[in-house]
Each structure stands twice: as structure tokens, then as C-alpha cells.
Nanobody, 127 residues
Framework: QVQLVESGGGSVQAGGSLRLSCAVSGITYRYHCIAWFRQAPGKEREGVASLYTGSDSTHYAGSVEGRFTISQEKLKTTVYLQISNLKPEDTAMYYC?????????????????????WGQGTQVTVS
């Protein structure tokens, strides 16, 4: 059974940093698109970054580029989201998701419909 478990969220002051983790299990960790999404109250789920585990190729939303960094540690089958210079507008529930069916991330990386499994989320609050 595929599981994604996020951790690392918390309450931080503006300008601070956090590193979110997404531990992936129950799947052969080889060639998958894994993405981070966030959802603030009353807003749609927004893709912020994706990583293709086969090549380390990444995509970022324009609103976070330069402040968010997605990376992986293959031996730990874990994907990270390093967030720096946090802003109040970054406050949201952050989710990781995996697409088990398609190779590569490509231009549809930010479409939540393509992802087959999701974690339970980790809350980030910036004040």
C-alpha cells in the first residue's frame, strides 16, 4: 500500500525557514513525479513544486521560485521542500502527492488530478 507521510510543518515568523519532508513507502521508488501542493482556507489547492525522481528534474510555481527548493534523498525514499524567507501568504496545509502512472512531470505537474496518492498534510503557519 502506497503511503506518503508529511512532516516538518509548524508555526514560524515571517522571514524564517522550514524544511518539509515527505516519506514515501509501499512503492518501488524509481521513476515517479512527486509534487508538493498547498491549500489555504477558502482557496484552491495550488501546486508549488514537483520533482521527477528518475532525473531530479524540477518545476516550481512562479509565486515561490527562488524561495522553495524541492529535493530528494533516494536511499530514504524521501522528498523535501525547503522553504526560506517565509511570508504570511505561505500559510497553508502542505501536501505531497505522487503520480504512479506516468513517467516524468512535464507541463501538467501542477494539476492535482493527475496524482494517484496523497499524504495527510502538514500545517505551515507564518505570522
Amino acid at each position: 500500500q502506497v503511503q506518503l507521510v508529511e512532516s516538518g510543518g509548524g508555526s514560524v515568523q515571517a522571514g524564517g525557514s522550514l524544511r518539509l519532508s515527505c516519506a514515501v513507502s509501499g512503492i518501488t521508488y524509481r521513476y515517479h513525479c512527486i509534487a508538493w501542493f498547498r491549500q489555504a482556507p477558502g482557496k484552491e489547492r495550488e501546486g508549488v513544486a514537483s520533482l521527477y525522481t528518475g532525473s531530479d528534474s524540477t518545476h516550481y510555481a512562479g509565486s515561490v521560485e527562488g524561495r522553495f527548493t524541492i529535493s530528494q534523498e533516494k536511499l530514504k525514499t524521501t522528498v523535501y521542500l525547503q522553504i526560506s524567507n517565509l511570508k504570511p501568504e505561505d500559510t497553508a496545509m502542505y501536501y505531497c502527492a505522487i503520480d504512479r502512472l506516468r513517467l516524468g512531470c512535464g507541463s501538467s505537474w501542477s494539476n492535482p488530478e493527475r496524482y494517484t496518492n496523497w499524504g495527510q498534510g502538514t500545517q505551515v503557519t507564518v505570522s
